[in-house]
């Protein structure tokens, strides 16, 4: 996707995340929590031990000094017992552990040899030279890209797309329509549908941290194969994606490799923690919103005060909480002056 290249870093107490637009439009969210297990970032460094060798598999459980899950390390080149140095090339997702590649032997208990890169670190990697945003700006870039990465239904209005991206245990399915509008060759704007729709749905996924196989059905029928491809190259443009034919039924299969924990699982490992990290998010908005204000406040239900107190002292004195007995678990006020 062509255009402006933005980049915002939000760093609220509890969880930093990292957000990239293109063109207005947002593609990468990166969430890293403050209580994640450091083992498990992406580009860590690992003194491990092998924990188990599964033959069927052609792989390897591997202990990092974090329990289970263990690494999980293709290849059959080690044995049980063995002490290995590896890379973390993959984060955990729906329960499984990390994926790992080997670095070298190595020595001692399973433990950290090497942080991954922080989210600055990797958004500079993935928009080099692009100026990195802060503040209000990236609260509210942080709030946006969330709202998209969560949805899984988008209308563009404009190519009279209707695209609904959605993960199964299997893969990704995507399904492009299309309503034809009066005064407009529709041969034209079903071609129109599936570029651009291609376009969107790579970008979504990337927003969600997805990878895996993706299934993308196609407007129309008789669509030309070497076109399709060639527009689906455009659109899906990481390393290692793999592209099937396209099928009679108007069906594109391809594979793309799988780098960080998906946007939902990050949030939906501790629902109280994301509330929390939340409410602490809109509080600091706030207070950067109004300067004047000499304390701005957070009522929030009684439960969810143990998690959001120690968060909130960490934006300085001018914020402060309290609970409100009539606010329901995840509600919570903001209150100016």
């Known amino acids: 996707m062509n255009g402006l290249v933005e980049v915002f870093l939000d760093d609220t107490p509890g969880e930093t995340r990292g957000i990239v637009a293109r063109g207005g439009r947002y593609e990468r969210l990166i969430i890293h929590r403050e209580d ?65 590649k080997r670095l070298e032997a190595g020595e001692g208990t399973p433990r950290l040899l090497a942080a991954g890169p922080d989210v600055a670190t990797r958004l500079a990697t993935i928009a080099p030279g692009a100026e990195i945003q802060t503040g209000r700006d990236a609260i509210a870039a942080s709030l946006e890209a ?24 299997a893969m990704v399915a995507v399904d492009i329509d299309f309503a034809a509008m009066a005064g407009r060759d529709a041969g034209k704007g079903r071609a129109a549908a599936n570029r651009e729709g291609m376009a969107q749905a790579a ?18 029928a008789g669509l030309n194969g070497e076109v399709i491809l060639r527009e689906a190259r455009a659109a899906f443009t990481e390393p290692g994606a793999a592209f099937g034919p396209l099928s009679r039924f108007g069906v594109l299969q391809l594979s793309l490799p799988w780098t960080q924990t998906p946007v939902e699982e990050v949030l939906g490992a501790d629902p109280a923690m994301t509330r929390a990290i939340e409410a602490v998010r809109r ?40 609970a409100d007995p009539a606010l329901a678990v995840g509600r919570f006020r903001i209150d100016m002056g």
């Open 36 to 100: 994640a297990t450091p083992q498990h970032r992406l580009g860590a460094r690992c003194a491990g031990r092998v924990a188990a060798v599964e033959p069927a598999f052609g792989a390897a459980f591997v202990d990092l000094g974090a329990g289970e899950p263990f690494g999980f390390l293709p290849g059959k080149a080690v044995k049980q017992g063995d002490r290995i140095e590896v890379e973390i090339t993959a984060e955990p997702r729906a329960g499984k552990g990390p994926t790992l």
């Open 146 to 169: 969330e709202e998209e990465a969560r949805a899984t239904t988008t209308v563009f209005a404009s190519w009279a797309l209707d695209l609904a991206v959605e993960r199964t245990r």
């Open 203 to 220: 970008r979504l996924i990337r927003l969600k941290g997805w990878g895996g196989l993706v299934a993308i059905d196609l407007v129309g």
């Open 283 to 322: 509080l600091r908005q706030a207070i950067l919103s109004d300067t004047a204000t000499p304390r701005v406040t957070l009522a929030c239900a009684s439960a969810d005060l143990e998690r959001i107190a120690p968060l909130a002292a960490r934006l300085g004195p001018r914020a402060a909480v309290t």
